[in-house]
């Protein structure tokens, strides 16, 4: 269940912060086969999800570069899912790309 | 609630994702005073924070420059948090500092 990494740096992080609308109109099912495809795209690096119950999501990917994150905005399924998630599937979002430059864990 | 954003780049992202440890040990009332805190730093923009019940935690604070993520890892009671965090809270942690180089929102 995460969280993954560190990895070593430069890579990079795409923030997703979501407030979903009420009820699930397919989101499970699609984000569950986005995941497969992430995975999938090479530069893939991992990515960590966590949603408070009624409230706030927060989804970040990590790729290796920046041309891994032109290849999955490029995925037909995942252009598809973004079109339906601004319709239908979120209140509101927030992305943010960025570049790490360091990142350390404790176990 | 959220989600804060997007700001103008270039700013930087603190990624902290983290599993807790079972129970609270003042982790509830530290956690609060903390948001106090770095709300009061200068050049923080601002905070996202998600926890699946039972799972993984994200929280990602937005700073506006390195000085003011400098600023904040030095204020004393975060740092005695820090300590506590790795010896009481948390199983496991990963941190990502990251630059922001583009964000975009919808709603």
Redesign the interface.
Known sequence: ??????FEPPY??V?F???RTPGDNDYGATAERLEELVAAVPGFLGM??????G????T?G?FKDEEAIAAWRGDPEHREARTRG?KEW??????????????????
């Open positions: 269940m995460g969280p993954v990494g560190p990079y992080a923030v912060s979501s407030l960590d999800s966590a949603r408070t119950p409230g706030l999501g927060i970040v990590y601004r979120y209140e509101k979002y927030v992305v943010h790309v960025a570049r790490v430059e360091r990142s350390y864990g404790h176990e």
